[in-house]
């Protein structure tokens, strides 16, 4: 299987400018639009010093006096782009050329359009920058005579030029020289909105409090504005103080105003401060709209809150409030997710019944909880009867179908509806390359898996843990340990921070293998990089020790893991005393089995299993039937390992009546003896001489299905041929043989067999 994606990629460019300079000055400028040419700002002169000394005299030319323009001769030589005046020719020789291009632009004050031409033309202009000041007595023309739009362009260059001294910011120059013209405020709604737009979003918040302090204050409009981009990016920091800031300040909030906090609010699961809001909200005068109670429905839901949001619903509609597709989406969505599919589908009835049609969303969240709960064939029929009304399934319908049919076994249907998205001309997102890919590594096909891979690296989806986990563990499964620690090498490489499930899944890689070192030496890497381990992590690798028959190391982790207050699970204590009872240290395993309720742990059916059948295999078999009885009066029911190890150890304690017993009792809760039953029973009825009895167990374990092995075949042959029955034994050897069981006839020489 091969897929290819095709993506087109924006390479944005970064201009860099030169920063001009100019110095803070307190005092306002005086000039206004009436002002004599000879009057300039102390701050136009201050820029003048600075710019002398940044551009020292180079032209051959002689330095030229403004005062040989007038307003009309301005005026004229602009409005007829004279630009080769041999005024403006030695002005723009001189190195003071920037300061003399503000008082131009000073000049020209009463007609905005010929400020701004002038400007453009200055700009272009090889060598020359505006300074800053001049971009700011533009911005005040223009806005002025009302070119809102060319104000704002303006604006925003400046701002991205970013060309402001440290002590100063485009607010300070903007006062600093809003006596150009007749004054007007907008302009810093302007500044603010424009810092805005361009995500500059601390920026305006400092902006806000310095027009706070100069009683300047910017349209709700655009507080509204702030707030909105601040809580869309995280910044609840700034969104909460940006919010009592609008208060202090006097600025009227609105309903939108309290829809962006209480919505925000519910996203990041803050319900307490989401609720207080709504009851400030109502207090205030303002009635909540549809924004309101939808925000407050989906963030009660999403926290599993259920009967709240039939409560807020009702009030909803108490309120007259009419609930929309949007509203009925959050119920659905919020109680299929937590399990509550009836009432899910009578809020879809409620919202046909009240002339609402189902949409893509609708439709996507129910496909997806059915899959979910591994109703495929229920997710499929929504999925048809979706595109019967005309909905076009995106790209988290197609993910959910298949996930689903991955997680089934289904990878040919999964495949299907990848081909039939990309048909569809829908992109495939990193969730459905990485439902994909878990397929396919889950069956085995890492060629193909490595073929998606790169196709997603192709279209420009960028991997995140989840994929990358994936491919490790499908590596892993494939016994290519090698290939998976490449796969965490290039996620180091690409600066992608593995979490603890990914160091998890290696490190059970590498137990698996009995590459204990490298195992212990992956734990260390996990600390360096600052995540915390688990106790899964610990005893994966104590469980490894163990079976590598290192009961010492096992036993210092645990050690190791207590110190670091982890807190041993019931999967710990399992592998524990499963571990020591191999190791023959029974009695140590019976003391961490009774400090178990010591730390507020009760043994399960498998912390039992291990120590029942290890007290039997260390010959403490009073002591595991014991155990069993007790499993029993707890109401727990034994697994088919804790039967077949009291089985073993009844027939060789001689109890056979109690082993068949034990059998009948499996057969009677309907479980199924496997191989190792089958050979306890076997083997114990051979020993005892009951041979005709393990003879008819033996063709009953062939007709069930399971398949004896050479253990089981050499109990019956043994025995036969100690009784000397030699017919007997070449008898089933033959037919054993014939079966395919048995390569061959053996010699009655047969090793001694133990279980």
């Given at each position: 299987m091969l897929i290819f994606l095709r993506s087109l990629f924006g390479i944005g460019r970064r201009t860099s400018h030169r920063l001009t300079a100019f110095s803070h000055n307190p005092n306002h400028i005086s000039n206004t639009c009436s002002s004599s040419p000879s009057l300039v700002s102390p701050f136009i002169w201050l820029s003048c010093f600075i710019c002398l000394i940044r551009f020292p005299f180079v032209s051959n030319r002689h330095f030229h006096n403004f005062d040989c323009f007038d307003k009309d001769s301005v005026r004229e030589i602009v409005r007829e782009q004279r630009w080769d005046d041999f005024r403006i020719v030695s002005l723009f020789d001189s190195a003071l050329a920037p300061i003399w291009a503000s008082r131009v632009l000073v000049e020209l004050c009463q007609d905005a359009r010929l400020a701004l031409r002038f400007f453009e033309w200055a700009k272009g202009r090889i060598g020359f920058q505006h300074t800053s000041e001049a971009y700011c007595i533009l911005v005040h023309i223009l806005f002025c005579a009302r070119f809102y739009s060319d104000a704002n362009a303006v604006l925003k260059e400046l701002i991205c030029l970013r060309r402001v001294l440290p002590s100063w910011d485009v607010f300070d120059l903007l006062w600093a020289t809003r006596n150009v013209c007749v004054p007007g405020f907008g302009v810093f709604d302007a500044l603010f909105s424009a810092l805005i737009e361009l995500g500059m979003l601390e920026e305006a918040s400092e902006c806000f409090l310095k027009m706070r302090k100069f009683r300047v204050f910017p349209k709700p409009r655009s507080c509204n504005a702030l707030l909105h981009r601040l809580s869309k990016v995280g910044r609840g920091d700034l969104s909460r103080k940006f919010f009592k800031d609008m208060g202090a300040a006097g600025i009227k909030r609105s309903v939108f105003t309290y829809n962006i906090m209480i919505d925000y609010l519910c996203k990041e699961g803050d319900l307490e401060m989401a609720r207080s809001l709504f009851t400030q909200m109502k207090e205030a005068g303002f009635m909540p709209d549809i924004v309101t109670y939808n925000s407050l429905i989906d963030g009660h839901g999403k926290l599993g809150l259920l009967d709240e949001c039939i409560c807020i619903f009702e009030q909803m509609k108490d309120a007259d409030c009419d609930p929309d597709v949007i509203t009925y989406n959050a119920l659905i969505n919020c109680f299929c997710k937590f399990e509550r599919m009836p009432k899910a589908f009578e809020f879809l009835h409620e919202m046909k019944a009240n002339g609402l049609k189902p949409n893509v969303v609708t439709y996507s969240t129910f496909i997806d909880a059915f899959c979910k709960e591994g109703m495929l064939q229920e997710a499929i029929k929504f999925f048809v009867d979706m595109r019967r009304v005309a909905l076009t399934p995106n790209e988290f319908t197609y993910t959910s179908l298949i996930d689903a049919n991955c997680k089934a076994g289904n990878l040919a249907e999964a495949l299907k509806l990848v081909e039939e998205i990309l048909q569809a001309g829908i992109k495939l997102n990193v969730v459905t390359y990485t439902v994909l890919l878990d397929g396919l590594c889950e069956e085995g096909r890492m060629k193909e898996a490595e073929e998606v891979f790169r196709a997603m690296l192709k279209?420009?989806?960028?991997?995140?843990?989840?994929?990358?986990?994936?491919?490790?563990?499908?590596?892993?499964?494939?016994?290519?340990?090698?290939?998976?620690?490449?796969?965490?090498?290039?996620?180091?490489?690409?600066?992608?921070?593995?979490?603890?499930?990914?160091?998890?899944?290696?490190?059970?890689?590498?137990?698996?293998?009995?590459?204990?070192?490298?195992?212990?030496?992956?734990?260390?890497?996990?600390?360096?990089?600052?995540?915390?381990?688990?106790?899964?992590?610990?005893?994966?690798?104590?469980?490894?020790?163990?079976?590598?028959?290192?009961?010492?190391?096992?036993?210092?982790?645990?050690?190791?893991?207590?110190?670091?207050?982890?807190?041993?699970?019931?999967?710990?204590?399992?592998?524990?005393?499963?571990?020591?009872?191999?190791?023959?240290?029974?009695?140590?395993?019976?003391?961490?089995?009774?400090?178990?309720?010591?730390?507020?742990?009760?043994?399960?059916?498998?912390?039992?299993?291990?120590?029942?059948?290890?007290?039997?295999?260390?010959?403490?078999?009073?002591?595991?039937?014991?155990?069993?009885?007790?499993?029993?009066?707890?109401?727990?029911?034994?697994?088919?390992?804790?039967?077949?190890?009291?089985?073993?150890?009844?027939?060789?304690?001689?109890?056979?009546?109690?082993?068949?017993?034990?059998?009948?009792?499996?057969?009677?809760?309907?479980?199924?003896?496997?191989?190792?039953?089958?050979?306890?029973?076997?083997?114990?009825?051979?020993?005892?001489?009951?041979?005709?009895?393990?003879?008819?167990?033996?063709?009953?374990?062939?007709?069930?299905?399971?398949?004896?092995?050479?253990?089981?075949?050499?109990?019956?042959?043994?025995?036969?041929?100690?009784?000397?029955?030699?017919?007997?034994?070449?008898?089933?050897?033959?037919?054993?043989?014939?079966?395919?069981?048995?390569?061959?006839?053996?010699?009655?020489?047969?090793?001694?067999?133990?279980?």
């Open positions: 279209a420009g989806v960028t991997p995140n843990q989840e994929t990358y986990t994936a491919l490790v563990h499908g590596f892993i499964k494939a016994k290519k340990m090698e290939y998976a620690k490449d796969i965490l090498k290039e996620m180091k490489e690409k600066c992608v921070k593995p979490d603890l499930l990914l160091y998890g899944t290696i490190l059970w890689g590498l137990c698996n293998e009995s590459r204990l070192e490298e195992a212990k030496l992956l734990i260390g890497e996990i600390k360096e990089s600052g995540i915390n381990t688990n106790a899964v992590i610990y005893t994966t690798l104590m469980d490894a020790y163990f079976k590598a028959g290192q009961a010492t190391e096992a036993l210092t982790l645990l050690e190791e893991m207590l110190d670091l207050g982890l807190i041993p699970t019931e999967v710990t204590y399992c592998a524990l005393i499963d571990g020591l009872c191999k190791s023959g240290l029974v009695q140590e395993a019976m003391h961490h089995f009774g400090r178990m309720s010591e730390i507020g742990l009760q043994p399960n059916v498998a912390v039992y299993t291990a120590l029942v059948d290890g007290l039997c295999k260390n010959n403490c078999f009073e002591v595991a039937k014991k155990l069993f009885e007790e499993m029993l009066d707890k109401g727990m029911m034994p697994d088919k390992i804790a039967y077949t190890a009291l089985i073993d150890g009844n027939m060789k304690h001689g109890n056979l009546q109690e082993a068949l017993n034990l059998r009948d009792r499996m057969i009677e809760i309907g479980m199924e003896l496997d191989l190792h039953a089958y050979t306890a029973l076997i083997w114990g009825l051979s020993h005892s001489g009951q041979v005709q009895k393990a003879r008819n167990l033996l063709d009953e374990m062939i007709g069930k299905g399971v398949l004896p092995d050479e253990v089981v075949y050499m109990c019956l042959i043994k025995k036969y041929y100690a009784l000397g029955k030699v017919d007997e034994a070449l008898e089933l050897q033959n037919e054993m043989a014939k079966r395919g069981m048995i390569t061959g006839r053996s010699d009655h020489a047969v090793p001694s067999v133990q279980t």
